[in-house]
C-alpha cells in the first residue's frame, strides 16, 4: 500500500477553491452557452447561491453578458449567459513563407486576418510584427485585448524559439520584445501543440484522453496529447519524430540530419520527387502540385502517393510509441484525402503490433485555421484553466468532474485522482 507523505500535502486555500470554480463555471458558459444561472447549478453540482455570486463578479469584470430571457412553462423566465465577445485575441502564424496575423474573439470567431511574407531575419519579423499588432490594436478601440498569441513550426522555451530548422532563425527572444512593445502578454507555442489545443479547446475533442496531431507543410510536426495533457518533454522538445532518420544515409535535412522523416513526407519531399520526375516544374507550390493531380498529371499523382506512403510508415513510430487513439493530420494534403488519405492508413494499419490498436486518422479540413485557433486557446486558456482541467473536470456530463462547494469543500467524483 502506497505510504503518504502528510508533510507534503498542502490544504486548497479559499482563493484556490474560488479560482476552481470560477474556471468551472466560466467554461460551462464557454461550451453550452447561451446557458442560464440554473442551468449553471444543475450541470456544474455547485449550489445557486456559489454561481449567483461567480456570475456578478464575472459580469463585472466583462468577462460575461447577460443575453436574451428564456421561455419556460411556468414561473420565472431565465436569463441566459454567454461569453461578451468584445474580448479579442491578436493570433500570430509563423510560417517559413508566409506570416498570418489575425483578431479573433473569445469565441474563436476571426474578424481579420493578414498575410506578409516572412522576413529572413527574426529583427525584421519582430519590428514587422510589431506594426502589424500596433494596426491592429487601435481598429479594435474599446475592446479588451486579452493577448497575443504565437505559434511557429519549431519549439519553444522560455519566450525563446529554440529549434526552428524550416524558419532558419536563430535563438530569439521573441515574447519580450513584442510584449515590451505592445504591452501585451505574449504567449509562444509549437505550430503542432496549438493544433492540438484548438481540438480540445473548440473541436471538443476533450474525450479523447490521447491523441496526437501531425502537422504536414514544409517539415513535419507532432503535438502529443496524452493521459489529457499536452506532452512537453524536456526543454520542451517532445514531439520531433519528424527529425528521426528514417535511412542516415538518406538526403540532408534542415535540422543537420540526413534522411529525417519530414526528408520523405513532407510537402517539400513530394515536390522533390516531381521535381526528380519532370525537369520544368521550378517555383511549383504544394497546392500547385495538388492541382496538377487534380488533372490527372500522373507524374504528380505519384509524386503524392510516394510522400502518403512515406507519411503512413513514419506514424507507425506515433502508432507504436504512444499508442495514441486518434491521429489528426494537419495540412494542405488533406484536401486531396479521399484520394491519397487510404495510402497513409493502408500503410498505418500494415504494421500494428499484436495487441495493439489502429488509431483513427482524422482529416482536419481547416484551410490553415488550426494553427490560428491554436493561438486563441493558447492565450485563454491563462483565464478558463489548463487543458487538463478542462478535460476532466469540464467534460458536459452533469455532475462529473471536480468541483468546490460554497462552503470551501473540495468535492471529487467520478474522477480518478490524479497522481
Ligand atoms: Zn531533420
Known amino acids: 500500500m502506497p505510504l503518504i507523505n502528510f508533510g507534503r500535502i498542502q490544504a486548497a486555500s479559499s482563493e484556490v477553491v474560488r479560482d476552481i470554480n470560477r474556471r468551472i463555471v466560466l467554461n460551462l458558459i464557454r461550451t453550452r452557452q447561451p446557458i442560464s444561472r440554473a442551468d449553471l447549478a444543475r450541470v456544474s ?35 441566459f449567459l454567454r461569453l461578451n465577445d468584445d474580448r479579442v485575441i491578436i493570433g500570430i502564424d509563423i510560417r517559413p ?8 474573439d473569445v469565441n474563436g470567431k476571426f474578424s481579420s486576418q493578414e498575410a506578409l511574407p516572412t522576413p529572413s531575419t527574426p529583427k525584421i519579423a519582430i519590428e514587422e510584427l510589431i506594426n502589424r499588432i500596433q494596426g491592429l490594436m487601435r481598429s479594435c478601440r474599446g475592446k479588451k485585448i486579452e493577448g497575443i498569441g504565437i505559434t511557429f513550426p519549431g519549439r519553444p522555451n522560455a519566450g525563446h524559439l529554440v529549434f526552428a530548422p524550416n524558419l532558419k532563425w536563430p535563438d530569439v527572444d521573441l515574447c519580450t520584445a513584442i510584449g515590451k512593445a ?3 502578454e505574449v504567449e509562444l507555442e509549437n505550430a503542432a501543440n496549438a493544433c492540438v489545443l484548438a481540438a480540445v479547446w473548440f473541436d471538443h475533442m476533450d474525450s479523447c484522453r490521447d491523441l496526437a496531431v501531425v502537422t504536414v ?27 528521426v532518420p528514417l535511412d542516415p544515409d538518406g538526403p540532408p535535412c534542415s535540422c543537420g540530419s540526413r534522411g529525417c522523416w519530414e526528408v520523405y513526407a513532407s510537402n517539400r519531399a513530394a515536390l522533390r520527387y516531381y521535381h526528380e520526375s519532370i525537369s520544368d516544374s521550378a517555383g511549383l507550390s504544394f497546392a500547385d502540385l495538388l492541382s496538377r493531380a487534380d488533372q490527372s498529371d500522373m507524374r504528380a499523382v505519384q509524386a503524392i502517393e510516394r510522400m502518403a506512403h512515406y507519411l503512413g510508415r513514419g506514424m507507425r513510430m506515433i502508432v507504436a510509441g504512444l499508442a495514441p487513439e486518434r491521429i489528426l493530420i494537419v495540412g494542405d494534403l488533406t484536401r486531396s484525402w479521399q484520394r491519397f488519405g487510404p495510402i497513409v492508413e493502408s500503410e498505418v494499419h500494415a504494421r500494428v503490433l499484436a495487441s495493439g490498436c489502429a488509431p483513427s486518422l482524422v482529416p482536419v479540413h481547416e484551410d490553415g485555421m488550426a494553427r490560428l485557433r491554436g493561438t486563441v486557446a493558447l492565450v485563454l486558456q491563462k483565464h478558463f484553466g489548463a487543458a487538463l482541467e478542462l478535460a476532466d473536470g469540464i467534460s458536459g456530463q452533469p455532475g462529473r468532474g471536480r ?4 462552503a470551501g469543500v473540495s468535492v471529487v467524483s467520478n474522477v480518478q485522482a490524479k497522481k
Do not use: C, K, Y
Open 97 to 104: 513563407t508566409q506570416i498570418m496575423v489575425a483578431l479573433a
Open 403 to 406: 468541483r468546490v462547494d460554497s
Open 45 to 79: 453540482g455547485l449550489q445557486r447561491s456559489t454561481i449567483s455570486l461567480i456570475v456578478e463578479e464575472l459580469i463585472a469584470e466583462n468577462w460575461v453578458l447577460e443575453g436574451p430571457t428564456g421561455r419556460l412553462p411556468r414561473g420565472r423566465r431565465p436569463t
Open 217 to 243: 507543410s514544409e517539415g513535419i510536426g507532432t503535438g502529443i496529447w496524452m493521459n489529457g495533457q499536452l506532452v512537453r518533454g524536456r526543454n520542451g522538445m517532445a514531439g520531433e519524430f519528424g527529425h
Open 182 to 184: 505592445t504591452g501585451l
